[in-house]
């Protein structure tokens, strides 16, 4: 005799049809609850069955500033404006922002 798995509306796993047709005397609850978030998903009662989600990667996303040209934009703007003295903090010696207009 052959060894089939197939389903049957009880969740019973895998089932061995040398037995009797009958309830087994363990039901699986995990094939169970497989099988009712299945169908919850099937009935719309919920909006996907999380078994059938792929893991999340832990791994992260590798980022290069010296790659990224928006990075590269900020810290060339930064650097004349450190250059052109234009980040010095207000002060009483110096009370007024700095100005592009001729003096």
């Known amino acids: 005799m052959t060894r089939e798995n197939f389903n049957t509306e009880a969740a019973e796993g895998e089932r061995d049809?040398?037995?009797?047709g009958g309830a087994p005397a363990h039901l699986?609850?995990?094939?169970?609850?497989r099988r009712t978030e299945q169908e919850r998903a099937d009935a719309g009662v919920?909006?996907?069955?999380p078994g059938d989600v792929?893991?999340?990667t832990d791994d992260p996303v590798p980022y290069?500033?010296?790659?990224d040209a928006v990075e590269q934009d900020?810290?060339?703007v930064?650097?004349?404006q450190e250059s052109?003295?234009?980040?010095?903090?207000?002060s009483p010696d110096n009370p007024f922002p700095p100005t592009r207009y001729a003096e």
Do not use: K, M, V
């Open 17 to 20: 049809r040398r037995f009797h």
């Open 28 to 33: 699986d609850d995990d094939e169970l609850a």
């Open 46 to 49: 919920s909006d996907y069955d």
């Open 54 to 56: 792929p893991p999340a």
């Open 64 to 67: 290069d500033p010296d790659a």
């Open 74 to 76: 900020i810290e060339s």
């Open 78 to 80: 930064t650097a004349r």
């Open 84 to 90: 052109e003295g234009e980040t010095t903090p207000l």
